[in-house]
């Protein structure tokens, strides 16, 4: 009898793509490594070949997934490879002045090895320190659209020179109120340039308006369109609409939240909340468009330290938010466009960690709960929330005050008078009906009166 042979052990070997195989530069690689960095994230690994080759690229990625070092890098080593100038050769448009300042500190990181020069110009700040240093001659510009066109009027940056534009979060930039401005500043480019679209959706509309600028473009589709992060749980708690603000108090202090990111639909709705939360014990502030740079930088610098505990923002104002590690993300208000929702959430469950995504739902809310449904193709948990249950009792407000005022003492009522009702006048018989007054003219004053002598 034959002895049996053993099985051969076969192992699954997974190639995974390091840095090293991307085509960087040894002093990118070195930048790179001193960020803790040795594996490239799938939009990474896709992306960074293509912009190398010089073409086009629409790229969708969910967010926190690295697009922004999926253009900076191969960007950097491009212009580090060609003639050097004290013009502007690469520009990057972003919709908000957070998201330019985390794009340009990207710049910074990863291009400390090469001889490049960049800056941000946005709005909020003092416009004569940005003219200074467009002077001086930077290669690269980041730039929100409406202050790069202030620059553009004033006639202090000269855009004849781009060798590569980026759109970063493209969908917003086009799809919404900066599609004008878009289109102005497309018109100043030269024909010749390399376009570069990175965002986390790209709804088809975006697709068909890009193609009228971009030539022969490569789509780089990490994740299906308009999904969310796979480690981001989803929740919605069915609520009344006037109940929302007590239900988010009482699930902040009820579970410790620490760390809380919260999207309203309004400016003013932000502050109010806002208001409220601190009033109620929590210690909450708001960031919008309204409040300048210097306050949304020290307020969300606060947030990122761990020392408030929820921030109440807009969706424009929170483009560009990078949080690590950021465990809540709540939606007090949703997010009339479906795709905001992929936004907003996209703010958790970054880099590989777990998140959770509350949505405080109303009756009026759920045509858009049902419209996120189907655009991510998901169903969302519903969970009733014990004490706040819809149509419910009411329960007194956390952030009333304690002691209400005391009411005054009743004092009694006044006989209500009846006013005499109108009706023809009864005269005893034989009473003369008085004779009519006499219309009196208008007298003169007399302009002197004799006196009277005494007799």
Known sequence: MEALLPRPIVQEIVITPSFHTLGLSADLLRAVAEQGYTVPTPIQAQAIPVVLSGRD?????????????????????????????????????????????????????????????????????????????????????????????????????????????????????????????IRRILGLLPKQRQNLLFSATFPDEVRKLAAGFMRDAVTVEVARRNTPAELVAHVAHPVDGDRKRDLLAHLVKSNDWRQVLVFTKTKRGANRLAEQLERG???????????SQPQRTRVLKRFKDNQLQVLVATDIAARGLDI??????????????????????????????????????????????????????????????????????RM???????????????????????????????????????????KQGKQTPALFTPRRLAA
């Open 57 to 181: 690229l629409l790229a969708a990625a969910q967010t926190g997934t690295g697009k922004t070092a999926g253009f900076t890098l191969p960007m950097l080593q491009l212009l580090a490879n060609g003639s050097q100038s004290r013009h502007v050769r690469a520009l990057v448009l972003t919709p908000t002045r957070e998201l330019a300042a985390q794009v340009q500190e990207s710049m910074r990181t990863y291009g400390k090895h090469k001889p490049l020069r960049s800056t941000t110009i946005f709005g909020g700040v003092n416009i004569k320190p940005q003219i200074q240093e467009l002077r001086r001659g930077v290669d690269i510009v980041v730039a929100t659209p409406g202050r790069l066109l202030d620059h553009v009027q004033q006639k202090t940056i000269d855009l004849r020179h781009v060798e590569i534009l980026v759109l970063d979060e493209a969908d917003r930039m086009l799809d919404m109120g900066f599609i004008h401005d």
């Open 281 to 291: 014990g929590i210690d909450a502030d708001a960031i919008h468009g309204n409040k």
């Open 324 to 393: 690590e590690e950021l465990p809540h993300v709540v939606n007090f208000d949703l997010p009339h466009v479906a795709e905001d929702y992929v936004h907003r959430i996209g703010r958790t469950g970054r880099a590989g960690l777990s998140g959770e995504a509350v949505s405080l739902v109303s009756a009026e809310d759920r045509p858009l709960l049902t419209a996120i449904e189907k655009l991510m193709n998901r169903k969302v948990e519903l969970r009733v929330v014990a004490g706040f249950e819809p149509g419910g009792p």
């Open 396 to 438: 007194h407000r956390s952030t009333e005050t304690k002691n209400p005022p005391q009411q005054r003492p009743q004092q009694p009522q006044r006989p209500r008078h009846v006013p005499r009702q109108p009706g023809p006048m009864i005269r005893p018989t034989g009473t003369p009906a008085p004779a009519p007054r006499p």
